[in-house]
């Protein structure tokens, strides 16, 4: 080894050239160490390399920025959370289905590692994982470059008799929460390491204004992001203006909280969107001034029939919105696919979002929410974050376009290899540091022991089927039939 580096040479590479990305036929990579040395035509490529990868059939593209994701329990609210909801709550699967996750430390560190290998397979280079930050060792582990964002707060929600949201206040723990926090960020601070953090104050209904003053001060010492969820619910728009008089954006701005370093997790239901019924809050022209980040994750809101309005209005506002999963299926491929489909959907505009729209959320958008200039894009200096597709796969053909057979179409059978640091950790679609077919069946398991144990967690006696009645009714009887009477 001459420290030469690996010249991946491709039928497509996606380079980025400072102002856009764009598509080179016949690209090359040069990845030395963990960085990207030269992107550009494979032609133009007149320096050395210890070896030289030929895949004349793969896209390689940037690794894709997950802003947004639980991945210590998501996995655990599938088969749960679709095509149900509690009226009382608008739908929102919020306040009375978290009860039924329930994991021990053991369980939870395997459902960490299958939500990584999902998330992987998907294009996900970067996370920013709200929730896991007792488990470091595991996002370490699994190679991906990961934010981890402790969540403190000075009240939890409760709704004992599943009709009314209780605040259940307890300021001190909130204050002590973020003294926790901030040791955390203070051992992991972001930039050189894989593992990175920043400070979030959970929900916007449920932090004091001191709390989130703190965190901002907090914030600023410590040189970190913050993230908060916000206008993420109907009952939430109805608590804040009960209490402040406003809207959640007017009450983050009030307290100053906003600027260019925080991070809005959702922000669907502002004064923009038809049903928020709060036309006269500032919404648009706080987020068009204050810089603050949008975390977009269009699939847990739109198969609740709530969309944002719309992505395309807030990118052309100028508004920087980044991609998450939050919830599951943990793909951002998917993902992707719902932004783009559902800002033309709410907009009835097939212009309104396009595949780039979606694809300069998922990399450069995200990127730019963390400050980071050398992630979302393939670029000299830049971070070897890759993802290979192969776009002769049944997903991919034919292709002329590939981000937007990808964006529309792409699947994870499409991602062949994926790239962390200049660390292969996918190839021939598989992690490669964990037993995939392992993983499925211990979430098996572990969510199996979950709902047969959910009854008992919830104040009502309430099963995962009086909840979430199923699609059609389990069993079957001779005259289930129904031949004759
Ligand atoms: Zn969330």
């Known amino acids: 080894m001459n420290g030469g580096g690996t010249l991946y040479r491709a039928g497509f590479v996606i380079g980025h050239d400072g102002d856009t990305h764009r598509i080179i036929a016949d690209g090359a990579v040069l990845v030395r160490g963990n960085r990207v040395d030269y992107v550009g035509p494979a032609r133009d490529f007149s320096g050395a390399s210890d070896e030289t990868v030929h895949l004349p059939n793969h896209m390689i593209m940037p690794g894709l920025v997950n802003l947004h994701c639980h991945t210590t329990g998501a996995p655990l609210s599938r088969s749960l959370l679709e095509d149900s909801g509690?009226?009382?709550?608008f739908m929102s699967g919020l306040y009375d289905y978290g009860r039924f996750r329930k994991t021990d430390s053991e369980e939870t560190r395997e459902v960490i590692r299958y939500s990584l290998a999902e998330l992987l397979k998907s294009g996900a280079t970067t996370i920013v994982e709200v929730g896991g930050s007792?488990?470091?060792?595991?996002?370490?582990?699994s190679g991906i470059r990961t934010?981890?964002?402790?969540?403190?707060?000075?009240?939890?929600?409760?709704?004992?008799?599943?009709?009314k949201l209780e605040y259940v206040w307890d300021e001190e723990a909130g204050l002590a929460g973020l003294e926790r926090a901030v040791d955390f960020v203070s051992a992991h601070p972001s930039g050189e390491d894989l593992i990175?953090?920043?400070?979030?104050?959970?929900?916007?209904?449920?932090?004091t204004p001191e709390l989130l003053r703190e965190s901002r001060r907090a914030a600023d010492e410590l040189g970190c992001r913050l993230h908060i969820h916000t206008s993420q619910s109907h009952t939430e728009v109805g608590v804040m203006i009960q209490r402040h008089g406003g809207s959640s954006l007017e009450f983050l701005e009030g307290l100053g909280i906003l600027g260019p370093d925080v991070i809005l997790a959702h922000t669907i239901l502002t004064a923009d969107h038809p049903d928020s019924n709060i036309p006269w809050c500032r919404d648009g022209q706080i987020l068009e001034t204050s810089g603050a980040s949008i975390a977009h994750c269009p699939w847990v809101f739109g198969r609740r029939g709530t969309v944002m309005h719309s992505l395309g209005q807030y990118v052309r506002r100028g508004v920087n919105v980044g991609i998450g999963t939050d919830t599951f299926p943990q793909n951002m491929l998917a993902e992707m696919r719902w932004a783009a489909i559902l800002s033309k959907t709410a907009d009835n505009n097939p212009l309104s979002a396009t595949a780039g729209t979606a694809f300069d959320a998922a990399t450069v958008g995200g990127a730019r929410a963390l400050g980071r200039e050398d992630?979302?894009?393939?670029?000299?200096?830049?971070r070897a974050d890759m993802v290979f597709v192969d776009c002769l796969s049944f997903d991919m053909v034919p292709v002329r376009d590939p981000i937007r057979n990808l964006v529309y179409g792409g699947s994870k059978s499409s991602v062949d290899k994926v790239m962390v640091d200049g660390k292969m950790l996918v190839d021939g679609g598989r992690v490669l540091l964990w037993d995939e077919d392992r993983l499925a069946v211990r979430v098996q398991e572990i969510a199996e022991k979950m709902w047969?144990?959910?009854?008992?967690?919830?104040?009502?006696?309430?099963?995962?089927?009086?909840?979430?009645?199923?699609?059609?009714p389990f069993g079957w009887t001779e005259d289930a039939g129904g031949d004759e009477a």
């Not at 509690?86 to 709550?89: E, Q």
Request: charged share 25%; glycine share 8%.
């Open 86 to 89: 509690n009226p009382a709550f």
């Open 134 to 141: 007792d488990y470091v060792d595991v996002y370490r582990e």
């Open 147 to 163: 934010y981890l964002a402790p969540s403190y707060r000075s009240a939890a929600w409760d709704t004992p008799d599943g009709k």
């Open 196 to 207: 990175g953090s920043m400070l979030a104050p959970a929900q916007v209904d449920t932090c």
């Open 375 to 382: 992630l979302g894009r393939l670029s000299e200096g830049a």
């Open 452 to 472: 047969d144990g959910a009854s008992a967690r919830d104040p009502l006696g309430r099963s995962p089927d009086d909840l979430s009645p199923p699609t059609y």
